[in-house]
């Protein structure tokens, strides 16, 4: 597997890219031009300003995160082939930089959804939290109403351009089933990959999160049986999954393990956290460490080592320690740990030669 790291962009992130190269064994940034509003196409000279200053720091960024899909795609607009087509040359230029990977999601509306991003731990680090009821007994138009006279309320992911007509939103996906859903998706799906495959890059989805519906909004990247589904709309190597722990998760009969082993020849992308469940339903994101939340992020790890998995990992959302400000979830601290105790467990996994290692150490300090 390749660990990469993902970052925000110069001006956008706390965590500068000096910082992201000296944690062990990570290769790359996982990145996009987060203020490009959804559905334009990517200019190609801001796509080589990011490969620029990701190669001065040794760092590649063969994974993009996300090129996100316009709502009219979703909604099954006449207006969707103009966001495809706009999708595609997007595509094409992040070819031209050597992008490996595409992460997307088809989440109506939001992107992930918490409740509180600082929710308390009893060690006094505060993470990302998902409590059931605030979103179960939210009115939508409720929400679009506080949304639309507060600047505060959103989240990373979130994209602030669709924040501005949430009401148009919600009152476009009234009626919208899931079956609508799946048939946009599935229309999305033959236009691009024949693209995907011609370039050589790989398409892969992001499951729900959490992987359940919210605000009344259908949502179909859930489970099992709804990733079998996915693959088979265009069953080629190209059309792939992020696998995203945290996500998938958040549903306790989701056996993470053994979806791993069924589906590890299509995962190109894996986003790993660990989260603590409640029999109410709610949800608080942990360190990555196994111990600390409710999954088997070894077995996880080991499946993906079985597979000979050869794709990219990264730590997914940590933690807020040290007293450390930054963009929740995206700390450097904790997800740097994360990342080298998943580096750890795969170094445990492979058959270390059992000759003794000299090392020479050749480079001045």
């Keep these: 597997m390749e660990m990469v790291f993902r970052w925000f962009g110069e001006g956008n992130d706390r965590v500068p ?5 000296q944690i062990p064994g990570v290769k790359g940034v996982v990145w996009a031009l987060h203020d490009i509003p959804t559905g334009q196409e990517w200019p190609l000279h801001r796509i080589q300003e990011v490969e620029s200053q990701a190669s001065q720091s040794g760092l590649n960024i063969e994974v993009v995160e996300s090129v996100n899909i316009h709502e009219d795609i979703k909604l099954g607009l006449p207006s969707r082939d103009e966001y495809i087509n706009n999708y595609i040359k997007t595509m094409e230029r992040l070819a031209c ?3 490996k990977v595409i992460c ?4 109506p509306v939001f992107d992930w959804v918490r409740t509180d991003l600082y929710g308390k731990h009893q060690d006094g680090s505060t993470a990302l939290f998902f409590e059931k009821s605030k979103v179960k007994d939210t009115n939508p138009m409720e929400l679009a109403k506080m949304i639309s006279h507060s600047s505060d309320y959103t989240m990373p992911g979130w994209e ?4 501005q007509y949430l009401t148009e939103l919600f009152k476009e996906y009234e009626g919208v089933t899931e ?3 799946w048939n946009n998706l599935h229309y999305f799906l033959e236009k691009v990959i024949p693209v ?3 370039l050589d890059i790989k398409m892969a989805i992001h499951p729900d999160d959490p992987p359940f519906s919210v605000f009344g909004l259908p949502r179909i990247i859930t489970n099992k049986s709804n990733l079998q589904r996915f693959l088979k709309l265009v069953d080629s190597p190209y059309n792939g999954l992020t696998f995203c722990t945290g996500s998938l998760g958040a549903n306790p009969e989701n056996d993470l393990v053994d979806m791993v082993r ?14 603590k469940r409640y029999e109410n339903g709610n949800f608080i994101e942990t360190s990555h460490y196994n111990a600390d939340g409710c999954l088997d992020i070894p077995g996880i790890v080991t499946e993906l080592y079985d597979a000979d998995f050869k794709g990219y990992v990264r730590p997914d959302h940590g933690r807020h320690i040290w007293d450390e400000e930054c963009r929740p979830g995206y700390g450097l601290y904790d997800r740097a740990l994360g990342a080298m105790y998943l580096l750890g467990i795969w170094d445990s996994l492979v058959n270390i030669r059992r000759e003794k290692k000299v090392c020479y150490p050749s480079m001045k300090i």
């Design 17 to 21: 890219l000096n910082n992201i190269k």
């Design 97 to 99: 930089v050597g992008v």
């Design 104 to 107: 997307y999601n088809f989440m």
């Design 160 to 163: 602030p351009e669709r924040l």
């Design 179 to 181: 079956e609508d859903l």
């Design 196 to 198: 995907a495959e011609k």
């Design 262 to 275: 069924i589906f590890s020849s299509r995962i190109h992308f894996v986003h790993i956290r660990n989260l």
